[in-house]
């Protein structure tokens, strides 16, 4: 039963972001640049205001683009990235590796990303 509970406030925080979403800010945490340096993956903070609690979320960008006022493309959990922030680590140019110790409910996460799967993503 806690299982549906979990899911149902999953989702509910999920729409409540894209409901919001020109409410909300995001706040870079840190930056990691792809071995051949054309792409980065950001951790940073999504905050939505009061209905919603903070968010830690990874987007992968060409890394000339700035991090705009969206969700992450790749990965996003719950809670603040001071406290949760996982480990990231490119290895390759096409593969990011996250590590995360944190038992917070996972609300994203990617397995590829791109046009054709261009990039991969793994988990620990």
């Known amino acids: 039963m806690g299982g549906i509970a979990a899911l149902i ?3 509910f925080v999920a729409f409540m972001m894209y409901l919001f979403s020109d409410m909300c800010g995001n706040y870079e945490h840190s930056v990691f640049q792809s071995p051949d340096a054309k792409y980065k993956a950001v951790i940073f903070q999504r905050d939505c205001g009061a209905t919603t609690g903070f968010s830690t979320q990874i987007s992968i960008l060409p890394s000339n683009e700035a991090l705009m006022n969206e ?9 603040h990235s001071n406290d949760v922030a996982p480990k990231v680590e490119w290895l390759n140019d096409v ?3 996250i590590t995360s110790s944190s ?8 397995a590829s990303f791109g046009w054709f799967n261009k990039f991969s993503i793994v988990y620990e």
């Open 103 to 110: 038992e917070n409910t996972v609300y994203l996460s990617e």
């Open 71 to 79: 969700s992450g493309n790749i990965f996003a959990m719950e809670g």
């Open 9 to 11: 406030s999953a989702a």
């Open 95 to 97: 593969t990011l590796k």
